[in-house]
């Protein structure tokens, strides 16, 4: 089990009169919120959005404003921000996946556009190596295309014709897959096939790691540890896909307009005020500078007490092997968030990882009041976080 670590905004930053209390707003319809111990985790809320954020959208709502020009503005600052070529904000990691293929399918041409997503005569095949495959890929088929899977260099060779538009790999497994990044990049790029990373639950560096590799786009998902609106992403790289994208996009007449790929001002205006301070890309950091000292002191101070608290809890009475904890470091590119990993004997303690988690997602064995969520349990427990502005939370 790996229990992450996220950011929690300040109750006062919501700025809604009646709400005292954190996550009072949520029960008054009558909703729990959750102990969220498993990250930046979509179905969860992903982060907190930072107060700058929610400043920079209140701002925005209180103005009109071409989005035309909202988009260049937006896409040089990208560029300034993480050293890019260019950069588009959309309406999520989905929205990004679908654009970017139509964008690669059909460019900026508008009868092409207009087709979408009929797209007979026209490239549209994307590739995704067998270990690189995920979950919702239909947001690729929803372009017109069509997903063709490799296992091997000489499939990869085979696979890369004229029908080709797009490589789509996934940043977490790039370490762990059978075909190496360079290799699928320089074999995409001997093409003229661009080369897209979906890196939506990871963060952006400064170069971007992906991009410096060879990558053409690479997709983050605005409200993870960038903590912005959870509803958006952001897409770095190739100047010419980004502006295609934008175009495919609402408010045009094209693809996106009728699938719900779009972006409001509010949301795309939150990422210049993040790097509008003396770091200009502190903004774009994950969870709000996590480069600083102050914040990793803080992050291995939480780490600690949860090892600390685990261990009392489960003393070598049971078992000397009954109960293990171990405080590792960030385990992937561009994921920045240390963990503390439990795990228990479940002959000892009676119950599987499993059922702990379900129990603690009732709220079972804490308190009626408090649901815990943790990400994976292999016959583990959890750990809470230790919040100065919540004390009373439980832990277990």
Not at 337 to 360: I, K, M, N, W, Y
């Amino acid at each position: 089990m790996a229990s992450h670590l996220p950011h929690r905004a300040n109750a006062t930053a919501v700025g809604i009169s009646g709400h005292r209390d954190v996550g009072d707003i949520y029960r008054s319809l009558g909703v729990e919120p959750l102990i969220n111990c498993a990250g930046v985790r979509t179905n969860y809320g992903a982060s907190n959005p930072a107060p700058e954020v929610i400043a920079a959208m209140n701002a925005a709502a209180q103005a009109f404003v071409d989005l035309d020009e909202l988009s260049d503005g937006i896409g040089k600052r990208l560029s300034e921000l993480t050293g890019a070529e260019w950069g588009v904000v959309t309406a999520g990691t989905a929205a990004s996946l679908a654009l970017a293929t139509a964008a690669c399918i059909a460019g900026n041409n508008p009868e092409l556009m207009l087709r979408l997503p009929d797209t007979s005569a026209m490239r549209n095949k994307v590739i995704v190596p067998a270990d690189h495959r995920f979950a919702y890929e239909q947001a690729i088929r929803i372009a017109g295309a069509e997903i063709v899977s490799v296992a091997s260099p000489e499939e990869l060779r085979t696979a890369l014709d004229d029908h080709v538009a797009m490589v789509c790999l996934l940043g977490r497994n790039s370490r762990s897959a059978t075909l190496p990044l360079e290799m699928i990049i320089a074999a995409s790029k001997a093409k003229g096939v661009p080369v897209l990373i979906n890196a939506a639950g990871l963060s952006p560096g400064r170069p971007d790691s992906w991009i410096t590799r060879g990558a053409d786009l690479v997709v983050y998902a605005d409200g993870k540890y960038i903590r912005g609106p959870q509803s958006t992403a952001i897409v770095l790289g190739s100047k010419p896909l980004c502006q295609a994208m934008w175009w495919n996009s609402a408010p045009h007449q094209a693809f996106a307009r009728s699938n719900g790929r779009r972006s409001g001002a509010d949301d795309a205006e939150n990422v210049w005020s993040r790097g509008s301070g003396p770091d200009c890309f502190a903004g774009l950091r994950p969870a709000a500078s996590i480069d600083s000292a102050a914040t990793c002191q803080c992050w291995g101070e939480h780490r600690g007490f949860a090892a600390d608290d685990l261990a009392s809890r489960f003393p070598a009475r049971h078992s000397p092997s009954a109960c293990s904890t171990e405080i590792n470091g960030p385990a992937e590119i561009g994921d920045p968030t240390p963990c503390t990993d439990a795990a228990h004997t479940q002959g000892v303690f009676g119950r599987s990882g499993e059922d702990r988690r379900q129990r603690l997602c009732r709220g079972s064995g804490v308190s009626s009041r408090w649901h815990l969520t943790v990400h994976r349990m292999r016959y583990s427990i959890a750990s809470l976080r230790r919040d100065s502005q919540h004390a009373d939370y439980p832990t277990y």
